[in-house]
Nanobody, 117 residues
Framework: QVQLVESGGGLVQPGGALRLSCAAS????????MGWYGQAPGKQRELVAT??????NYADSVKGRFTISRDNAKNTVYLQMNKLKPEDTAVYYC????????????WGQGTQVTVSS
């Protein structure tokens, strides 16, 4: 059972920055796509960014502002969030989606990001 533990959320003013971290309990990056999803109050969970060994993808709403990266040695994925807007306010979840058949999908517990003056 893989565990994903997020950290780094908080309250920030518009235009500010935060860095989220997601630490995996095992070395899974070779067979999993890692991603960040955001769920705003009353809305569905939405993809923010994903990363694999060969590709990185972003939602249009965060392109140019957010950067996803990973440290294979630390089994950790990051989401650098710059130029934050009030509409970025959400609970952010780390996800591990299997790239091969027969493995489970995993979610972290979520970390709250609030952008407000």
């Amino acid at each position: 059972q893989v565990q994903l533990v997020e950290s780094g959320g908080g309250l920030v003013q518009p235009g500010g920055a935060l860095r989220l971290s997601c630490a995996a309990s095992e070395n899974i990056f070779s067979i999993y796509a890692m991603g960040w999803y955001g769920q705003a109050p009353g809305k569905q969970r939405e993809l923010v960014a994903t990363i694999t060994s060969s590709s990185i993808n972003y939602a249009d709403s965060v392109k140019g502002r957010f950067t996803i990266s990973r440290d294979n040695a630390k089994n950790t994925v990051y989401l650098q969030m710059n130029k934050l807007k009030p509409e970025d306010t959400a609970v952010y979840y780390c996800n591990a989606a299997p790239l091969v058949w027969g493995h489970d999908d995993y979610w972290g517990q979520g970390t709250q990001v609030t952008v407000s003056s």
